[in-house]
């Protein structure tokens, strides 16, 4: 998944899973669905901490590789991925396992409109000027 702050990335994955039906929905929200966000959930609540994001990127690759290594048939990763090389370990190794790998780009990071949409709708609160300076670094193929 690629997506600025409250673009839908979440949203998506949500619609995703539940259309393969209960089992296998349950199923990979358990095994297969990654976010580094939820390194930063402590007793349900979200509280962002810059020192701790390389970390907790590294953690969250390290489980999504560990998922795919155990042979889960649908493995997700759920980051803003702003930059190519932000998801290209990811990508990486999903090949190298075999993986058919399907990046998702959640609306369009570099309009005006959809970041002011992004900065009403998100849940982490993340300000219209940090969402404005992220969707003009957005690297777009």
């Known amino acids: 998944m690629r997506g600025l702050p409250g673009s839908g990335k ?3 994955v949500e619609q995703y ?3 393969l039906g209960i089992e296998q929905s349950l199923h990979i929200r ?3 669905y990654f976010s580094t966000d939820d390194y930063f959930m402590d007793n349900g609540e979200y509280h962002f ?3 701790h994001l390389a970390q907790f990127h590294q953690a969250n ?3 999504f590789i560990n ?3 155990h042979g889960e048939p649908v493995v997700i990763c759920d ?3 702003v930059a190519k090389w932000e998801f290209m370990a990811y990508e990486a190794a999903a090949r190298a396992l075999g993986y058919q790998v399907r990046v998702v780009l959640i609306g369009q990071p570099k309009d005006a409109e959809h970041q002011l949409l992004c900065a009403e709708r998100n849940r982490h609160r993340v300000p219209l000027a940090h969402i404005q300076k992220m969707g ?3 690297d777009i193929d």
């Open 10 to 12: 979440s949203y998506w």
């Open 17 to 19: 899973i539940n259309s």
């Open 30 to 32: 358990q095994y297969g």
């Open 49 to 51: 901490n810059p020192k």
């Open 61 to 63: 690759l390290t489980a």
């Open 67 to 69: 998922a795919m290594s």
């Open 79 to 81: 980051n803003t991925n």
């Open 136 to 138: 003009h670094l957005f």
